[in-house]
C-alpha cells in the first residue's frame, strides 16, 4: 500500500497515542470524520495497522533485567533455522527475535525479573534449544532510547 501525507500524519499519531478518538485523530490530521475513520479501517485492512496495544513500563511490572542475546547455531540450513525461531517464539522471556547477517545468525532480546531469574533462563531454556553453538549476552544497563514507534515522515 502507497501511503499519503495523511496516512503517514494519521500512522504517526497513532503510535504516539493509540487511544484517540476518532474526532481527536481527525481534528490532528486535517480530516472530516468520516473519511479519517475510513482511512484507519484502509490502513488496518491493509495490515499497514497490525493491532493496538499498550506501553508498559518494564520496571513497574517487575522486569528489572533488559539482554540481548546473540545466537550461532551449528547449522544453517533452512529447517534447523526454522525449528530454533519456531522454538523461540514460544519463550515468554524473549520479547523479539531476530535473524540476522553477520558473525550471529540471530539476536533475542529478554526480559527478567532480575540476574538470577535471566541466569536461570539463559541456562536451562536458551542453552537448550536445538543447534546452539555459542550464545553472548549483552546487558542493558540503561535504556536511552526505547523503542516507540517507527519513523514516518509527513
Not at 476518532?22 to 499497514?48: I, Y
Not at 535471566?118 to 541456562?123: I, K, L, R, S
Request: proline share 3%.
Amino acid at each position: 500500500m502507497k501511503l499519503d501525507p495523511i496516512d503517514r500524519r494519521i500512522l504517526n499519531n497513532l503510535q504516539t497515542e493509540g487511544r484517540l478518538t476518532n474526532q481527536a485523530l481527525s481534528e490532528q490530521v486535517g480530516l472530516s470524520t468520516t473519511p479519517c475513520w475510513r482511512k484507519v479501517r484502509q490502513l488496518e485492512e491493509s495490515g499497514v495497522i497490525e493491532g493496538y496495544s499498550a506501553r508498559l513500563n518494564r520496571r513497574a511490572v517487575g522486569l528489572g533485567v533488559l539482554a540481548f542475546i546473540r545466537v550461532k547455531i551449528d547449522s544453517h540450513d533452512r529447517e534447523e533455522s526454522e525449528q530454533f525461531a519456531e522454538q523461540v517464539q514460544t519463550l515468554k522471556m524473549v520479547i523479539a527475535c531476530y535473524s540476522l547477517a553477520g558473525d550471529a545468525d540471530f539476536l533475542l532480546q529478554v526480559v527478567a525479573k532480575d540476574l538470577d531469574d535471566y541466569a536461570d533462563f539463559a541456562m536451562n531454556e536458551i542453552r537448550r534449544l536445538p543447534r546452539i553453538k555459542e550464545m553472548q549476552t549483552t546487558m542493558v544497563l540503561k535504556e536511552i532510547k526505547p523503542f516507540s514507534g517507527y519513523p514516518l515522515e509527513a
